[in-house]
Nanobody
Framework: QVQLVESGGGLVQAGGSLKLSCAVNGRTLSYYAMGWFRQAPGKEREFVCT???????YYADSVKGRFTISRDNAVNTVYLRMNSLKPEDTAVYYC????????????????????WGQGTQVTVSS
């Protein structure tokens, strides 16, 4: 059974930084692409960034230059480093994994991801 567990969320002032972690159980991370999504109150869940199995990354324009996705295959964990946080980054952040057959392609649609974590809250105060 595949399980994804996010951690690292919290309350931070605008301009601050946070690093989220997503521990993957039940899949060998080196064979799969991973993504981060977020959902703000009253809004739909949106794409944040992704990393393919070959290490290619892609970011939403809203976070480009501020957020960095990375992976440590040795500990089966993917990370999201968030710098220069803004109040509009406030949301529940979710990590997700893609099926093996599509893991060398960039996907921004949540429909392309098959397993999800429970989410971690990030709140940025002004």
């Amino acid at each position: 059974q595949v399980q994804l567990v996010e951690s690292g969320g919290g309350l931070v002032q605008a301009g601050g930084s946070l690093k989220l972690s997503c521990a993957v159980n039940g899949r060998t991370l080196s064979y799969y692409a991973m993504g981060w999504f977020r959902q703000a109150p009253g809004k739909e869940r949106e794409f944040v960034c992704t990393i393919t199995l070959s290490g290619a990354t892609y970011y939403a324009d809203s976070v480009k230059g501020r957020f960095t996705i990375s992976r440590d295959n040795a500990v089966n964990t993917v990370y999201l480093r968030m710098n220069s946080l803004k109040p509009e980054d406030t949301a529940v952040y979710y990590c997700a994994t893609k099926p093996y057959y599509s893991s060398n392609y960039v996907s921004t649609s949540q429909n392309d991801y098959d397993y999800w974590g429970q989410g971690t809250q990030v709140t940025v105060s002004s």
